[in-house]
């Protein structure tokens, strides 16, 4: 249990620093602002209880937000996604499949793992992008930055899957 | 009453839910009056030491670029200084009494330990704060033009509006005919900024200068803020439409200097004193 916790914490912090520090910085195009940080409310165990994985996605978006001065914005994209978690799992799961409690890459299939990252980020990008411009006035602009910033942020978290976790 | 009971703790998920995506709501629309989220911003003491610590790295990366334009720099002001006889230097600061416009600048340089320039909003974290003297409203500028304002200020570090940002908009004048307009960004190129207000009669070109107007004691006068890009004429409207090049490179900031305006509280008293008296109306 400790030793869980401990490895969640440690995931915690340094997904925010990896965030601030390399992701915000990220700036060859207005288009592309991945946010990968999500990352982290996506390998949450699944069968830890839904007030916890809320708050903590609120933490961490208003982390996130202090950091890059859009106080609210990350904080109700991140609990929007926490809450829609367990819908977006019960979606793309089949049941008959035996399901493994911790909802990484190598623990299950690959497209399974892939369609879940998809539609939570999906999710995610989408709520915070409309909530930072503040309007739907340009909506394919903004619809534009929503996909091709989720497409970013999708890669570079399969890919963290194959580099960083590969153990867990 | 049970029933009611029962059924909300049955959805407690869902009420949570509401409560934290209200709340984070409130954040947001509090946020616009930016001066009551003090400390929620990275102006504070701890992103301000975790920006600050990256940037003691990243900033090693960038000191080519910033030497060549502080020897630019350096060399375009030993030139105005021989103009000036009346300059006084400070140990930190030059304190420069412009003539013209009867107001006293002090400059205050500041290293960018943070900035975006892809958000909607773009801010700049900078390493001085209020120890060093800077207050919410000094305007920012670095040897190529404006860079933007200050917001907020902790002890020791202070965040600012960019020109990128649309909360925020300078006051800005074409260099030769003199007419006035709001400058504002709109959210989509860092490099561009729109100026309007400029009524159809007064002639324009591309790559006319604009400048800080005089109007504002946040800027000096004719602080450089970019060209001409391109301009239009909308149908059914008085004003153009115009297109600013902006001067600064904003993907490239490193060093800034701060500017206060000595003499900006008593500018400030004649204003409100102004509206208050009932024959001014």
Redesign the interface.
């Known amino acids: 249990m400790i030793r869980i916790i401990s490895k969640y914490v440690f995931m915690f912090i340094s997904l925010v620093l990896v965030q601030v520090l390399i992701f915000n910085q990220v700036q060859f195009s207005g288009f592309f602002n991945p946010y990968v940080y999500l990352l982290f409310i996506i390998l949450l165990p699944l069968s830890a209880p839904r007030y916890l994985v809320l708050i903590l996605a609120f933490l961490l978006g208003l982390i996130i937000d202090v950091f890059s001065n859009s106080l609210g914005v990350h904080s109700a994209a991140t609990v929007f996604a926490a809450y829609a978690r367990p819908l977006v799992i019960r979606v793309i799961s089949n049941r008959e499949d035996d399901k493994s409690d911790y909802p990484g890459l190598h623990q299950n299939k690959l497209i399974w793992f892939v369609n879940y990252v998809l539609i939570m980020v999906l999710l995610h990008h989408t709520v915070l992008f409309y909530l930072e411009v503040y309007t739907f006035t340009n909506f394919f602009n903004t619809f534009y930055r929503v996909i091709l910033s989720s497409l970013f942020s999708i890669i570079i978290i399969v890919l963290s899957q194959f580099l960083v976790f590969k153990d867990s | 009453m049970r029933s009611l009971l029962r059924y909300l703790l049955k959805n ?3 009420l ?2 509401l409560s ?2 209200v ?9 616009n009056s930016y001066q009551k ?1 003090q400390y ?3 102006s ?1 003491q701890v ?1 301000g030491t ?1 920006y600050n610590t ?1 940037n003691a790295v990243e900033r090693y990366f960038s000191l080519g670029s910033v030497n060549r334009k502080l020897a630019g720099e350096n060399a375009r002001l030993k030139s105005l200084i021989s103009d000036l006889p009346f300059i006084r230097v400070t140990p930190y600061s030059v304190v420069m009494k412009a003539e013209v416009t009867d107001s006293v600048y002090r400059f205050n340089s500041a290293r960018v330990i943070n900035n ?6 773009n ?1 700049i974290t900078l390493n001085k704060g209020r120890k060093h003297g800077i207050k919410p409203d000094q305007g920012i500028v670095n040897s190529e033009g404006i860079v933007g304002v200050i917001t907020n200020v902790s002890e020791s570090y202070s ?1 600012g509006f960019s020109v990128l940002n649309k909360r925020w908009g300078a006051s800005a004048k074409l260099k030769k005919s003199g007419t006035f307009g709001p400058l504002s960004w709109d ?4 490099r561009f900024a729109n100026l309007t207000g400029i009524p159809f009669h007064v002639e324009l070109e591309v790559g006319d200068t604009v400048v800080t107007s005089s109007y504002s004691s946040v800027f000096p006068e004719a602080v450089m803020i970019g060209i001409i890009h391109s301009f239009e004429k909308p149908a059914g409207e008085n004003y153009y439409n115009i297109s600013v090049k902006l001067s600064v490179n904003f ?1 490239a900031l490193s060093y800034v200097d701060v500017v206060e305006n000595l003499k900006k509280d008593e500018i400030k008293a004649l204003e409100s004193k102004k509206a208050d008296d009932p024959d001014n109306q």
């Open positions: 407690y998920a869902f949570l839910f934290l995506e709340f984070s709501f409130i954040l947001i629309f509090n946020f989220a929620l911003n990275s504070n992103t975790v990256y975006s320039v892809d958000k909607q909003n801010y965040l959210g989509k190129d860092s993907r």
